[in-house]
């Protein structure tokens, strides 16, 4: 189950040289709400498909190990994440979700239910989709913009708003979160969010995009470092510490556009199914 929630954390949140590009410091403090959304769609990759490896390192309460992955996407239709030897492999599509590990054989084909069930979020295959490409979950809004947090960074900050119908897919009852957009390409600097949960306890999962690599003319994230963070909590506010539950660090060594490949995906015989019982 450990390796299974390692590779959703992949999913939700996926050397090459560092983009260097400048703008004006006076475009970056004059641009109103309403011209950064539209900066940040603007700012959305274009592409059939993308193929990459990359190296992961986990560490999880202290064990750290290292591997090699492949990710492949088929933009809005499939994401297809293989470790090294196809040891371990997950497809997602729009609908369902495939895993299986060949070290413990044992796999899962499920709906994005299952999802919600492992990690506590209600995601769909565009949100997944999104958080690999460091673009905002869901998209953002003008009147999310936190003009006052921006001014104290190097990031413009958007609050996320559970008022909409579009966060409320998220299903969580008592949720706070922020996206924080890079000013000079305009995608995602930092996904974060707390989850709470009865008693008196909270969760903190923050995406970071470290890097970035341009590519015909597009940035991709090149670094990505996952933190999920525990958190007690008394009647009023969160401790200021927390303590670190899982780390996951991606290093993308090579990114491609537009070639042809497959997904390559089958079960193997005499594999025992995932049974997920989250109470």
Known sequence: MKTLKYFV??????SCKSV????PTSEYKNLSSKQLVRK?????SKFKTYQAKARLKINSDGNRKSYGVSLRIIKNEA??????????RALLTQDSIYYYNKLDKKYLISDYKTLEDIIGLGLNYNMVENILLSQPINGIRNSTFNAKMSKTGLSYIFNWDLTTDQYKKLKIDNFEGIHKINRYNFKLDLCSFKVFSSGNTA??????????TKIKNQSFTSKISINETFFSQNSTNLEKEGSLINQINIEFK???LNNKFKLPFKIPNNYTKILINVK
């Open 203 to 212: 969760t903190l999962y923050e995406i970071q995009y470290l890097d970035f």
């Open 20 to 23: 260097k590009t400048t703008i």
């Open 79 to 88: 994401i297809w994440l293989s470790s090294a030897a196809g040891i371990v």
């Open 254 to 256: 090579s990114i491609n």
């Open 40 to 44: 940040v769609t603007k700012s959305q």
């Open 9 to 14: 954390l992949i999913l939700l949140f996926a």
